[in-house]
C-alpha cells in the first residue's frame, strides 16, 4: 500500500480563495483524521470520521471549515474564504478504527495564504 | 484524556540510549499510554503502545512504572535519524474511537 496520500503537498493562494484539501486513506482502514500544525498552537486535530461519518468535529475552527468523506477511499478539507492565519501543515491520517490502532499519516500540505 | 507532561527538549549521544521520561499521574485504569514521533518536516510516526506491562519492538522499549503514574520511552542506541519531536499520550482505547490529542512533546536532539 503507497500509504496515507494527500494533495496538493504545497498549495499558495491568496485570501479570500476557496481552498480544497485532498485525502486518500489507507484502503481497509476505517477511521480519518484531519490534523492541523502551526508554530504556536502545535498538533490540532480538527475532524474525524468513522466508517465515513463526521465523529468529532469540535475541533473545527470556523464555519469557513468543511470536511467532507463521500466515500471510504476520499476525504475533502475545504476553506472558504480563506485567511492567512489559517496557513499552516494540514495533515491526514488513518486507521483501522477498533480504539487501539495506531495512526498513519500523510505527508501533509503546507497551505500559504498570502 | 489525561493530561502528560514531558520535558521540552533532551540530548543524547549517537548510540547511546536515549530514555525520554513522561508523566500521567491522573490516567485511568483503562487508558493506555502511546508514543508517536515527529522528524522534521514529516507526519507523525507510530511508535509504541501499552497499558501495564512493558512493552518492547523493533524501534523502542516502553517502561511502565507499577501504579502507572509515569513511563519512559527507550531508543536503545540512538542515531541522527531518531532526532525528531516525540509525543507521550494517554488516551482510552475505544471501538471506533481511535483519536488522538497531541501535547508539546519532547523535542529530542541526537548528538554526533
Known amino acids: 500500500d503507497a500509504g496515507v496520500i494527500q494533495s496538493p503537498r504545497h498549495e499558495v493562494t491568496e485570501m479570500g480563495q476557496e481552498v480544497t484539501l485532498r485525502c486518500k486513506p489507507i484502503?481497509?482502514?476505517?477511521?480519518l483524521f484531519w490534523y492541523r500544525q502551526t508554530m504556536m498552537r502545535g498538533l490540532e486535530l480538527l475532524i474525524y470520521?468513522?466508517?465515513?461519518?463526521?465523529?468529532?468535529d469540535s475541533g473545527m475552527p470556523e464555519d469557513r471549515f468543511s470536511a467532507k468523506m463521500p466515500n471510504a477511499s476520499f476525504s475533502t478539507l475545504k476553506i472558504q474564504p480563506s485567511e492567512p492565519r489559517d496557513s499552516a501543515v494540514y495533515f491526514c491520517?488513518?486507521?483501522f478504527g477498533t480504539g487501539r490502532d495506531e495512526q498513519f499519516f500523510g505527508p501533509g500540505t503546507r497551505l500559504t495564504v498570502l | 484524556d489525561a493530561k502528560t507532561t514531558q520535558p521540552t527538549s533532551m540530548d543524547c549521544a549517537e548510540g547511546r540510549a536515549a530514555n525520554l521520561p513522561c508523566n500521567h499521574s491522573t490516567i485511568s485504569g483503562n487508558e493506555y499510554v502511546y508514543w508517536y514521533r515527529q522528524i522534521h518536516s514529516q507526519g507523525p510516526q507510530y511508535i509504541i503502545h501499552?497499558?501495564?506491562n512493558n512493552e518492547t519492538n523493533e524501534m523502542a522499549s516502553l517502561i511502565i512504572t507499577e501504579d502507572r503514574k509515569s513511563s519512559t520511552l527507550i531508543l536503545p542506541h540512538a542515531t541522527l535519524r531518531d532526532t525528531a519531536v516525540y509525543y507521550c499520550?494517554?488516551?482510552?482505547?475505544?471501538?471506533?474511537?481511535?483519536?488522538?490529542?497531541f501535547g508539546k512533546g519532547t523535542r529530542l536532539h541526537i548528538l554526533p
Open positions: 484502503s481497509g482502514h476505517n477511521s
Open positions: 491520517a488513518s486507521s
Open positions: 499520550i494517554v488516551r482510552v482505547a475505544q471501538l471506533g474511537d481511535d483519536k488522538i490529542i
Open positions: 501499552g497499558l501495564k
Open positions: 470520521f468513522n466508517n465515513n461519518v463526521p465523529i468529532d
